[in-house]
């Protein structure tokens, strides 16, 4: 991170360097981007600056936002501040966010998530993180990984501190296509009101709170289990209702996960052939220059990390003829289940719906307003030993879901594993419900 030493206040904001500012380079962490300026600023940020914050630093990040350990970086790797001698990873891929935030540089960080890249490294970090429902903060100037997915968040060493740069990102932006209505974000708001007349103070009385059983896996520390219970029990006594219940798709979101971001990203990383954007690799004297081919693959093949060219191998594959209805359509259908899954859970009717559709969708029994399960199924993992690991994939298995459905997920600190390391907690909600979460999070705090 670049940073002027400070004392945290309001006004003193990281951004990922996946977001683009003008005073510095957007990076992505990727050689690709290295002399990249944008000539504006993002809309998070611009809304940030004109509230008063002063943007103090950008962030490293794995290359592009694909990552779960922020390893894959042309920057290096992101050492966790929680304590650095043991080398641990704060998570990806907003792990110099997180870092950024844990070690009281800033008020709070902005992040982006596309599969749990705020929530991992919150987790492992011990901080805030949240991943806001889908099209409440605006995409418009963050370079994008998979449309369909990515959302801006926040990461801040208190839910207060993530509501209040929340309520100032959370605006409707002409800018970017998928970004919520006025219309809809009033819509969700009156129904909220209604279930919930008065802000919950200091309990949490007639909250009902879900727990699926799908998100207690064979992988996941059974320290991390009992802290989540701990969570759970707190809620009780502070009024809320537990109540056990399933969502049976949730063992196939991974897969799901990895088809369609590969693919929207074998899509979107396409505009980088060093004739578009990217920096430009001249082909040597023996390659016959009329041939572009012969500049986009040198281009691709020398600034792109082994992460990102695996990742638009898989996405082009997976988009081929060939591959279309196994691959990419099967994915598409398991999202479906997903979300058909959460609207059956949640009290509040899915307003991202049409209206037609709404009655059906109505919850069925035992409806609940939000859900609560662990965030990542281990504490920080060490960098040396796991570093590019297949099995860094399995680290986003209980946050892909929410992601997928488009709806908030907020994990909060939820104390420490038997190795003394942080541990999250996940709430998650039915789209638009983020204050709701945030609330909760400050009666716990
Ligand atoms: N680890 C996931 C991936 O690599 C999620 C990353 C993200 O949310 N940006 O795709």
Same mark, same amino acid.
């Given at each position: ?288 220059? &009329?041939? !572009?081919?012969?500049?986009? @693959? ?9 992460? $990102? #060219? =695996? /990742? *638009?191998?898989?996405? &082009?594959? !997976?988009?081929?003829?060939? @591959? ?9 259908? $398991? #999202? =479906? /289940? *997903? ?107």
């Amino acid at each position: 991170m670049v940073a002027e030493p400070s004392s945290a206040a309001i006004r003193d904001i990281a951004v990922k360097d996946n977001i683009c500012t003008t005073e510095w380079n957007t990076t992505c962490s990727s050689a690709m981007l290295k002399n990249f300026k944008s000539p504006y600023d993002a809309t998070a940020v611009r809304l940030l600056r004109n509230s008063g914050a002063r943007i103090v630093g950008k962030t490293n990040l794995d290359e592009f936002g694909m990552g779960s350990l922020n390893i894959h970086s042309i920057h290096g790797h992101v050492i966790n501040p929680h304590d650095v001698a043991e080398r641990r990873s704060t998570g990806g891929s907003s792990g110099g966010s997180a870092a950024a935030v844990a070690s009281g540089m800033c008020f709070a960080a902005l992040g982006t998530d596309t599969g749990g890249s705020i929530r991992l490294p919150a987790s492992y970090c011990g901080i805030y993180g949240l991943k806001p429902s889908y099209g409440l903060v605006s995409r418009h100037g963050v370079v994008a990984y998979a449309d369909s997915l990515d959302c801006v968040g926040v990461l801040a060493a208190s839910a207060q501190n993530v509501h209040e740069v929340f309520g100032i990102i959370s605006q409707h932006d002409y800018h970017d296509p998928s970004s919520a209505s006025t219309g809809r974000r009033d819509r969700v708001r009156d129904l909220l009101q209604q279930r919930f007349a008065n802000s919950f103070g200091t309990s949490l009385h007639g909250l009902r709170v879900g727990v699926p059983q799908e998100y207690f896996p064979a992988e996941l520390s059974p320290a991390i289990a009992h802290s989540t219970r701990i969570v759970l029990s707190r809620m009780q006594r502070l009024g809320a209702t537990i109540v056990p219940m399933s969502l049976p798709s949730t063992p196939y979101a991974l897969s799901a996960y990895y088809v369609i971001a590969s693919a929207e990203a074998s899509s979107n990383l396409a505009r980088y052939d060093g004739v578009r954007y990217g920096a430009y690799v001249p082909p040597d004297a023996t390659t016959d220059v &009329t041939r !572009a081919a012969h500049i986009y @693959a040198l281009t691709r093949t020398q600034n792109f990390g082994a992460e $990102v #060219r =695996k /990742r *638009i191998l898989l996405g &082009t594959y !997976a988009l081929t003829a060939e @591959a279309f209805d196994n691959y990419f359509l099967q994915a598409q259908r $398991v #999202r =479906k /289940r *997903i979300i058909d899954d959460f609207d059956g859970a949640f009290a509040l009717p899915n307003v991202r719906r049409v209206v037609e559709e709404e009655d059906t969708l109505l919850a069925t029994s035992p409806s609940v307003d939000i859900l609560v399960h662990p965030s990542a199924i281990r504490t920080a993992p060490k960098l040396d030993e796991d570093s590019g690991r297949l099995d860094a994939y399995v680290q986003d298995v209980l946050t892909v879901p929410a992601s997928l459905a488009g709806l908030p997920a907020l994990s909060v600190p939820a104390g420490t594993g038997d190795d003394g390391w942080p541990v999250g907690v996940s709430l998650v909600g039915q789209w638009g419900s983020d204050e709701l979460l945030l609330e909760v999070a400050e009666v716990l705090d």
